[in-house]
C-alpha cells in the first residue's frame, strides 16, 4: 500500500503565503501522477493542481499564476507553493498519488488532508 502524509497547512491572513508538502512511502513501484485536491465547507472537492512524472502541470482557474506545483520524484514528494492567498483558498487539501504498488493495478491514494485557513 501507500501511505500519503500531508503537511504545512496552517492559518494565514489574506496575501500569505503556505507551502504544502506530501511525501508519499510504503511499496512503492511507480507513481504516474501526483496532485492536490481541496474540499471547502458544504462543498465538493476540487482538483487544485496536478503534475505527472515528466512534469507537466495543470490547475484550477481560481489558482494559476498564485499557485506552484512542483515534485521531487527521488523522494516522491509533492508540493504546493500558494501565495496571495484568499479567504476563499480556506479548505482542507489533500494530496493524491495515481500509482502501482507490487501484484495491484494502478490506483488513486489519498493523504488525510492538512487544513489551511485564510482569514484577517
Known amino acids: 500500500q501507500v501511505q500519503l502524509v500531508e503537511s504545512g497547512g496552517g492559518s494565514v491572513q489574506p496575501g500569505g503565503s503556505l507551502r504544502l508538502s506530501c511525501a508519499a512511502s510504503g511499496s512503492i513501484f511507480s507513481i504516474y501522477a501526483m496532485g492536490w485536491y481541496r474540499q471547502a465547507p458544504g462543498k465538493q472537492r476540487e482538483l487544485v493542481a496536478g503534475i505527472s512524472s515528466g512534469g507537466s502541470t495543470n490547475y484550477a482557474d481560481s489558482v494559476k499564476g498564485r499557485f506552484t506545483i512542483s515534485r521531487d520524484n527521488a523522494k516522491n514528494t509533492v508540493y504546493l507553493q500558494m501565495n496571495s492567498l484568499q479567504p476563499e483558498d480556506t479548505a482542507v487539501y489533500y494530496c493524491?498519488?495515481?500509482?502501482?504498488?507490487?501484484?495491484?493495478?494502478?490506483?488513486?491514494?489519498w493523504g488525510k488532508g492538512t487544513l489551511v485557513t485564510v482569514s484577517s
Open positions: 493524491n498519488a495515481y500509482g502501482k504498488v507490487p501484484g495491484m493495478v494502478p490506483m488513486h491514494y
